[in-house]
């Protein structure tokens, strides 16, 4: 009686003939971080001229061509073999220790310099200049973090301590302006965002373009591209290990 499909018609946001979309399936389609009206409009739109056009291709008979077919068996194996190699993947477990992590830098150095310049730094930001400049006088006083710690600017809007920030990422363009006249230790004056708020920045150290910076700052970036190498290795092993359980054969292409 086609029951099964009535839980889709009950809370659906679109429908095109007996097709239908519903709320949880345009939620799935729809970037977590990004789900405004004209976005999610701009969704089902989409939705609704793949559909339009998906049924007129049935009707001429597309998806009962040979070449169709094909492709579709193609896919089919390209995809499930992709989902079976992360399947893998992330199975695969192993341990390893900063020692491990240095060797494959000192291994990699080239993957690992800098392709802009990146500054070390301390970062606070306020809502009004007052308590920057106050903020900013305290810190010329005395250490950064002690003052930070103190707990007397409970109203920061964002703090950041000893952090590597590349050249490109620096935003708003004022503030890299002042990151690139400032030297290592200098603190900045009150900068105007141009948000309605005001940030002081510390330059701690600049490390130029084809420079490394210290590990305990890269070790993040490090981290990621030993794991994923290790698991490319493993993957490598594995499907050699295939190779060698499998029955496979080529025969030789300029035999006529």
Known sequence: MGCGKEPDKIDYVARV?????????????????????????????????QEL???????????????FIRIIDESGKSLAAAMFLEKISQQYDFEYTDD??????????????????????????????????DFRILVLQKDWQN?????????????ESNYLLIEDEVYPLPVRNILEELYP????????????????????????????PPFNLIKKKVEERFVSFEKRKYLNEYIKRLYSDNEIEVKNQDKK
Not at 21 to 49: A, C, G, P, V
Not at 147 to 159: A, D, F, M, P
């Open 17 to 49: 003939n007996d097709s239908y979309l519903n709320r949880n399936e345009l939620d799935k389609m729809t970037d977590t971080s990004y789900r405004n009206n004209f976005y999610r409009s701009e969704i089902i739109r989409n939705w609704i001229d």
């Open 53 to 67: 056009l998906y049924q007129q291709a049935v009707s001429e008979g597309i998806v009962d061509e040979e070449e």
């Open 100 to 133: 491990d992590l240095e060797k494959f830098l000192d291994s990699n150095k080239d993957d690992f310099k800098l392709t802009h310049n990146a500054y070390l730094l301390n970062e606070a930001e306020f809502t009004s200049e007052e308590d920057a400049i």
């Open 147 to 159: 003052i930070i710690e103190s707990g007397r600017y409970n109203n920061l809007l964002k703090k």
């Open 185 to 212: 230790q200098e603190i900045s004056i009150a900068i105007n965002t141009g948000s309605s708020t005001y940030m002081i920045v510390q330059v701690i150290e600049k490390y130029p373009v084809g420079t490394i």
